[in-house]
DNA sequence: CTGAAAGCGCTTACAG
DNA sequence: CTGAAAGCGCTTACAG
C-alpha cells in the first residue's frame, strides 16, 4: 500500500497546454459546437494523457445530475444463482449503455448510510417491491425508482411447467416441497398456491411440506405413505434433499419417486440421479431489467408493461 | 414510477429556519466547537426532518474527499460460496464502521467506465492481485489500493490439511482433482504443486488430473487402475463430479474410493454419500479484509502484516 | 476561435 | 453566538 499521489484536475491539465479550463472539459467531451483548432485539440489530449488525468467523478455527477449509476437492492433472502446469472447479463447490457450497475447486499445496520445516498444512484431498481415510505425517501432525493408492475404472483408459471412435467409423466399424485429460508416465504407461498390451482386444473392430488434437512427423510416417508408419486420442489438444494432422503429411504429414482427442481443450477447436473429442473431464460429477463432502468434515466415511462419474457422450461434429466 | 420531486437542500433548511447555511451543516454534522443555541439546534433538526434533507453525497465527497466507500473488484472466476460469505462479513463490520462496501463485477467491457472513477472510493481492495499499472491508475485518481502482502501460494495450507486427512485414514495412493475454470488456474496450479509436496513429505504417491463432467468416469477408471484411493478436490463441485462418477462405476464410497472436498459450500451436505471437506474461518477472514480496508483508510500501514486466520480445517462426513 | 464567470451542494476557516 | 465567503472539481451558458 503506497501514498496516493495528488490527483491531477482539469486546470492542471489547462496549465500544461497552456488554455483555459473550459477548452480542456470541451476537448475532452468532444462538446459539439465548439470551433477548437486540431492542433489546440492535440495538445490538451497530449498533456491530459501525459498527466493520467481523469475526471472528478463526484464533481461531474454534481455538476450533471447524473452519475451513470444503476443501484439494484438485492434481496433479503440470500441469492440464489438465478439473480445472479440475471443480475449478470444486465450488468452487462448496462455497462454497453454506458451505466454501471452495482449491487447493494443486505446488511443495512444502520451505521454506513443507506447504498443509495453514498452513491446517489440515477436509478434504483430493486428485485422486491420495496417499503412504501423507503420507495418515498428514495425518490425525495431525486433518484428515479423502478417499481416492477408484476408482483411475485406473476412469476409463477414455473410451477406449471413443474407439475404438467410430472403430470405428463403418468404422476397423479404430487407433493410439493417448500423451503425455510427466512424471507422467501411470501414467494415460497405464491408458488405452492399456483401448485394447488395447477393440480386442481389437471386433476391430481397435492401434498405439501416445507423441507429441511433433518425432516426430509421422515417427509419423504408420509409422502409415500399417502401414494405421492411425483415431487415439485422450490428449489434445487430442497430437491437435492428430497433426492438424498429417497435415496437413503432405498427408493428408486425416479420409479418410485420422480423429482423436479427449479433454477437448474450447476447441482442439478451434479447429482445422481441427475435432476430435472426449470430453467429461465436469463439472458432476456437481465436485458429486461437493463432496459427498464435504461428507459427510466431516459426519463420515460418504462418501455413496455409487458411482462419479461421468464421463457420457464423443463429440463429433463434423470430424476423424473 | 414517479418523477423524481426536486430534492431539498442545505439552503432550503436554512431558509425554513431562518438561518445561514454554515448553521444548518454545524447543527446536522453536530460540528464540535460551535456554540449554537438549543433553541437554533432544535428548529435547524426539525425543519431537516420537515423537508427531508439529506446532504448530496457527491457534494459532500468532493468537499471532504472522501467518499467512505470500500471498492472490491471481484476476481474473474466465479465467485464461489467461501469467498462471498467472507464479504458478507467484511461488508457487515465495515457497515458498523460506517462504511460502504461494493463490490464490482467482471464485466468491463468498456463503455461505462471502471467502477473505482464512478463511485470514487477512498479504498480499492482487490481479491485478486491487480496488474501494476492498473494499480497505478487507481492511485492516480488519490484512492489507496490495498495490497495483499501474500499471493495464492500462501493460501494453499488447507490442501495440507486434504492430504493429511486421506492419508490418517490410510490412504497410501492419492490423487487430486482440478478443474478448468478460466481464470483460476494459477490458483489450481499452487494447490496441485502443494499438494505434490504435501504428499512428498508423507511418502504417498499422488496423481493429479483435470476433471469435466464428460471425463469424469475416465478418470475415476484410470486412477483405480492406477491404485488410487483417495481424491482431494479443488472445490466441492469437482468433487461432486468425482463422486459421481464413482457412484455410476459401481465404486462404494467411501471404502473403495474416498473423496474430500474443498470450501464447505451447501451442495456438501445435499450430496449423498454426504461430502467431507475443506471449511475455513469465513467470519475471521471478513474481518481481517475489512481491518486492512479501514487501516488504509485512516491513512496509516496495513494493521498487522500477519496473514489472516484461514483456519482451514476438515468436516468429516460420509465419503471419506 | 477562446476565456472569465457562474453555479452544482456542500464544508470550514474566518469575521463579526 | 452566527453569517459571508472561499473553495472542492467540474460543466456550460455567455462574452469577447
Known sequence: MTTPTRRSTAADVAAAAGVSRSTVSFVLNATPGQTISDAVRQRVRAEAARLGYRPHAHA???????????LVPLPEWPVEYVLRQILDEAEATLDDAGYTLVTSGRHHSGNARPL??????DIVLPIERLAAEEAAA????GIRVVEFDSDETEYVESVDAQVAHLVDRGHRVLAYASTTVPGMGRMSDARIARARRACADAGVRLQDAVVEESTARFVVREWRRAGVT?????ND?????????AIREGLRVPS??????????PIARLLVPSLSSIRFDTTGLGRHLAA????????????????????ARVVHREST
Chains 1, 2 share one sequence.
Open 292 to 311: 427498464l432502468a435504461l428507459a427510466a434515466a431516459a426519463g420515460g415511462p418504462p418501455p413496455t408493461a409487458q411482462r419479461p419474457p421468464t421463457h
Open 60 to 70: 461531474r455527477a454534481l455538476v450533471s445530475g447524473a452519475s451513470r449509476t444503476v
Open 138 to 141: 428514495i425518490r425525495e432525493l
Open 116 to 121: 443509495w445516498e453514498t452513491l446517489q444512484p
Open 230 to 234: 411425483g415431487v415439485a420442489s422450490f
Open 237 to 245: 438444494d430442497t430437491a437435492a434433499l428430497i433426492l438424498g432422503a
Open 256 to 265: 418410485e419417486l420422480a423429482v423436479i427442481g427449479h433454477d437448474d443450477s
